[in-house]
């Protein structure tokens, strides 16, 4: 990758991407009937469900992007990673309705308990490895999931019922504001997803990598490999928090079930499906899977889970590299053919 | 010896201030409040080892974390509880799991059989596959055409709630038996071996064809028919097996129903482990995420079986009476009237929770400790975890060691369930519960030893049930008049507070072996 | 005489390394055969190799007349083949007995050999129930090579005998794996060319995954300028 060159043909796949889902509302809009200035007042009706659909989308994404980060490049396998969402889920929601602080000092509150969190999760980081870091990340996100469900918070929290009535500040209301809030969520992605593929080509994400294949090795070159693994939890746990607080902003109800076990698996499904450390397969699984659960829920109901962890265990099976690295290895054998029919052709080796 | 003391520095310390802790928390307590919670601390730290225990076993040998072991749990209890409280389900659903066992497990035969089929390997790939799919398929379709009297989720007078309601009652009413409507029973039964044979010669063509030449062995024919042949008695006697199931003493269709559990629990694991996790073993992440979906996959099943709300195992009579000298104050008394309850230096203590179960736990530990430690199994478990290729390079086939083991792990999950259900009741979320202790207990003992689990569990158990009981007194903060009383939200906080500290200060657990 | 063990072109991989690139000898009945090289060449991946603990892609080893390669490393060591491997690889977890008797196949082999062991390594005998590990470095290859005896092996895999030892215990196992082979095929990896010349017949040299010579040790030993350029400074 040449450093100079710009930043439009270095972002060119994202890009694209931004664009299309940009025009994306407006082509349904046509399709439906409704011009686009009915889109832009929020008015199109299966527009207006389609672009929710894409929000819950982008929030996965933007959750399995920061799982990706951790397990997919530093390789760090956390099974507690949904309490960073859930966290932010809950601060948001209980600091606008309970606490009925101003919006941005909502944003500074989740984005220091972010933090916080991951310097938690970094206290074990010197000492635990591998399996037993799982572990210990396990067992935090279930305290955190217990406390959510006690009975004894039931006025912040809503228990097992989950967190409701969150007065959401009226320029990003989700209902009203369906258009902008979807441009605000699709933006975030992609934002975030330019600056992960940056910091992975920089020398610090380079080191996580280093710390993925071999974490003796890159001690031994000198670097302080859990510096490095406290710098990628924090960006991750900020990413999936801003997910999270997206996800309390856009929900009408908070369920405590975004912070179980289940909730991780969905990200590591999502990267799964998408291609493990391929950071664009956070995307591409989130669409596939979000989009295979609809579909799944509205012709089967209430076996769709079943199936989709049928689904889950036929990508660890068969699919290990996701959709993404399995297009990826087709195209280097595909380029590799060509190369040898050229080869051949022309007779030079 | 001495050396022994300085190596375990750490651990012994460790375990020191523990004890110390505990010691003061017992000082706060009245006598049988600290018996009380003791027992049950005993309890819970022995159904949490029932699990703990098979995923050190699994962790030790196969490098496996078996994530799934809290569902194999749950999948034990309530198969257990069908057994007990619906024994004619339990008959119903016997003769076809014969019918499909005796015809997967011929596999000799069909390899046999398979070995006059010469075709080119493509060709052979689609024709065995095509024999799968049509006969799990047609097999699929028999099954949901074969009779099974069940409950019905949706009906409240015969959800499993009612039926666990009725058994607590006493009332043993046998349900109307289902019919064959659909087909005839010997198109299904038949029918059933026959697909399920299909399906297995299929199979049988995948495996490629290893040179060794198949020696007709007739005791490989031995199973299979008497899998058979059990089938086809169990659906002959379908009605008399039901009668008499449902006159048996509750004790003994207790012991029939954790037999059944262990049973699943060990078909499970071995199913498990032959077709899913095999092929993962140079892929050691992807086995993790594996069993972890494995464990959801299941809990989704478990719902929509037996449904989500929560309901309870009846204990069987030995544990349940009540009448003349109850609660019994000595052991002739306990014995003569059964009794449900015991007082113990003045608290009443149920017997099958504080006093049965515990007991199980130790049996359960030295009965493994044993196998361990006596057995060639064992030797080979010990030797197999240190150097996998050593074992094998002496001729030792490690790849049926390790279904065995990780069957005897699952087994023993099961078998947790099954024991742990008829006094804490069935859930869809006792799984996951339980699955936490665990994994709690297993990181505090050291992941791959055996005692290890023993200890950690124990020490889970009785951190938690001392927690609950200060829940409930409340503790008396020192210089003030507030009496601080932990809510039920901190009792698994605790548990995960003491893994984090005993992790940061040895990071491979207590007992665990240092790298 | 005939050939108890064939290994023709081989090509084997430990993971996806491709290690072995061709590895061709044969083995004698009764003999001792070296495999000498450098360290990474590939000798004790060709052990591996015939064992079935490295996968064979191409070419084949033929023990006691059987195609052996794709057979199941247990499968392969059941037909009698004993392995020795690098580092003794003695179980630590199991009592120098249980070392033993791990390796019978049948029931009661370790009952039969147990004089025959006990007369080759004295010392196996006193220390019967000390843990694998409590023995010394001598002690406990004695107890790896005892181990590869339990079981009626006709032939002998051994990797680095030498490797760590003193030299009189060197002296001693010299004098064991001459005893030994005159019951069974015995095939070496040695770097020491010293010891290597006392006990080998056959040697074969192996480099850079390929084996580039095979013959009488008696030959080589007396071609000083081969020994240099195959083996380095010995």
């Known amino acids: 990758m040449t450093t100079n060159s710009n930043f439009l043909t270095r972002n060119r796949g994202i890009l694209i991407f931004l664009a299309v889902m940009l025009i994306a509302p407006f082509l349904v809009g046509l399709m439906e009937g409704s011009s686009p200035a009915t889109i832009l007042n929020n008015a199109g009706s299966f527009s207006r469900f389609l672009e929710g659909l894409a929000i819950e989308i982008f929030i996965w994404a933007i959750f399995a992007l920061s799982f990706d980060l951790l397990f997919g490049i530093t390789g760090l396998l956390s099974f507690g990673h949904a309490m960073f969402f859930a966290v932010a889920a809950y601060l948001t929601g209980i600091a606008l309705k309970t606490l009925q602080l101003p919006f941005w000092q909502v944003v500074l509150l989740v984005l220091l308990a972010a933090v916080l969190q991951a310097l938690l999760f970094s206290l074990v980081l010197p000492r635990v490895k591998g399996i037993t870091f799982t572990l210990v990340s396990l067992g935090f996100a279930s305290v955190f999931h217990i406390i959510v469900m006690s009975s004894d918070m039931i006025n912040l929290t809503g228990a097992d019922v989950g967190l409701q009535g969150v007065p959401v500040p009226a320029f990003l ?109 956070a995307i591409v699984g989130a669409f596939a899977l979000r989009l295979v659960d609809f579909v799944l829920r509205r012709f089967v109901g209430g076996s769709a889970s079943i199936i989709t962890g049928a689904i889950y265990v036929v990508f660890v099976l068969f699919v290990p590299y996701g959709i993404i690295g399995t297009l990826r290895l087709r195209k280097l054998n595909t380029k590799a053919g060509w190369k040898e029919v050229l080869a051949r052709i022309t007779g030079k080796p | 010896m001495k050396t022994t003391i300085q190596k375990n520095s750490k651990s012994i310390i460790v375990l020191i201030v523990i004890a110390a802790f505990l010691f003061v928390a017992a000082r706060g307590m009245s006598g049988k409040d600290v018996v009380i919670t003791i027992l049950r601390g005993f309890s819970v730290g022995s159904v949490t080892f029932l699990v703990a225990a098979g995923f050190s076993l699994i962790f030790g040998l196969l490098d496996v974390l078996n994530l799934a072991q809290g569902t194999s749990y749950m999948i034990g209890a309530y198969v257990g509880w069908t057994v007990y409280v619906r024994p004619d389900t339990f008959v119903d659903v016997l003769t076809p799991l014969l019918l499909i066992l005796a015809g997967f497990s011929l596999s000799a035969l069909w390899k046999r059989l398979a070995s006059f089929v010469h075709l080119e390997t493509k060709p052979k790939k689609i024709v065995a596959w095509l024999l799968i799919v049509v006969g799990l398929v047609l097999l699929g379709l028999l099954l949901a055409r074969y009779p099974i009297s069940s409950w019905d989720l949706n009906n409240y007078a015969e959800s499993p709630i009612s039926y666990s309601y009725m058994a607590d009652q006493g009332l043993r009413i046998i349900p109307p038996e289902a019919t064959f409507t659909e087909i005839s029973p010997e198109l299904a039964i038949l029918g059933i071996f026959a697909t ?280 008396p903060l020192p210089f003030t008049d507030t009496v601080f009383k932990p809510s039920p939200a901190l009792v698994p906080a605790s548990t995960v507070l003491l893994m984090v500290i005993i992790l940061l200060i040895l990071p491979n657990g207590l007992l665990g072996k240092k790298e | ?142 107890l790896a090579i005892a181990r590869a005896l339990v079981a009626d092996n006709s032939l002998l895999l051994i990797d680095e005998p030498s490797e760590g030892l003193a030299p009189v215990i060197i002296e001693r196992m010299i004098e064991v794996i001459n005893q030994l082979s005159q019951q069974s095929t015995v095939v070496l990896v040695e770097q020491n060319f010293l010891v290597a010349s006392k006990l080998a017949e056959y040697f074969v040299i192996i480099e850079e995954g390929k084996s580039v010579l095979t013959g009488l040790m008696k030959d080589l030993e007396a071609d000083k300028a081969m020994i240099q350029r195959y083996l380095g400074a010995a």
């Open chain 1, 173 to 281: 209301n989700p209902t009203n504001e369906r258009f902008r809030f979807y441009v605000i969520a699709l933006v975030l992605l992609v934002a975030t997803y330019i600056f992960y593929r940056r910091f992975v080509a920089s020398p610090t994400g380079r080191v996580c990598v280093a710390i993925r294949e071999n974490e003796g090795r890159a001690k031994m070159l000198g670097y302080n490999t859990t510096t490095f693994k406290i710098i990628a939890m924090i960006i991750s746990s900020i990413t999936a928090s801003i997910a999270g607080m997206l996800h309390a902003l856009y929900q009408p109800i908070i369920s405590p079930s975004v912070a179980d076990l289940g909730f991780t698996v969905t990200a590591l499904l999502i990267v799964l499906i998408g291609g493990v450390g391929s950071l664009n397969g």
């Open chain 3, 1 to 142: 005489m005939s050939n108890i063990l064939e290994v023709k072109n081989i090509h084997s991989f430990i993971n996806q390394y491709h290690i072995l690139q061709d590895v061709d000898f044969v083995v004698p009945q009764g003999s001792i055969t070296v495999l000498l090289g450098r360290n990474g060449a590939g000798k004790t991946t060709t052990l591996k190799s015939i064992l079935g603990l490295a996968s064979v892609r191409e070419g084949k080893v033929i023990f006691q007349g059987r195609e052996v390669q794709g057979l199941q490393p247990f499968e392969i060591a059941a037909l009698g083949i004993g392995f020795v491997p690098e580092h003794r690889a003695v179980f630590r977890d199991l009592s120098v007995e249980e070392n033993l008797k791990i390796a019978e196949r049948n029931k009661g082999d370790f009952e039969k050999k147990q004089e025959f062991i006990f007369e080759l390594f004295p010392d196996l005998a006193k220390f019967l129930h000390l843990r694998g590990t409590e023995l010394s470095g001598g002690q406990q290859q004695m």
């Open chain 2, 196 to 475: 399920s044979s299909l399906a297995a010669f299929g199979i049988a063509l995948l495996n490629r064809e290893d040179n060794q030449q198949n020696n007709a062995d007739w005791r490989k024919y031995v199973a299979p028919a008497i899998l058979f042949i059990f089938g086809i008695l169990v659906a002959l006697f379908n009605t008399q097996i039901t009668n008499w199931m449902f006159t048996l003493s509750t004790n003994w269709l207790f012991l029939i129903a954790v037999a059944a559990s262990i049973l699943s629990g060990i078909g499970l694991g071995a199913l498990m482990e032959t077709t899913l996790i095999r092929p993962l073993y140079s892929r050691p992440i992807y086995q993790l995420m594996l069993t972890l979906g494995l464990g959801t996959i299941g809990v989704q099943i478990v719902q929509a079986v037996w449904g989500r709300p929560e309901f309870v195992w009846p204990k069987p009579e030995l544990f349940t009476g009540t009448g003349g000298a109850c609660p019994a104050t000595n052991l002739t008394d306990l014995i003569e009237n059964q009794c449900s309850t015991i007082m113990l230096l003045g608290g009443r203590v149920r017997v099958y929770d504080e006093i049965f179960i515990p007991i199980v736990g130790i049996i359960v530990l030295i009965l493994v400790w044993t196998l361990l430690k006596r057995s060639r199994i064992g030797m080979i478990i010990r030797a197999g975890v240190q150097d996998r290729q050593m074992v094998e390079a002496l001729g030792i086939n490690v790849r049926r060691v390790f279904t065995l083991v990780f069957a005897l792990g699952v087994g023993l999950a099961a078998f947790g369930g099954a024991l742990a259900a008829p006094s804490a009741g069935l859930t869809s979320t006792m799984g996951e519960k339980l699955l936490l202790s665990a994994l709690i207990a297993l990181a505090i003992g050291g992941l791959t030893s055996f005692p290890g689990a023993a200890l950690g569990s124990l020490l889970v158990g009785l951190i938690q049930q001392f927690m609950i009981k200060y829940g409930q007194i409340g503790i």
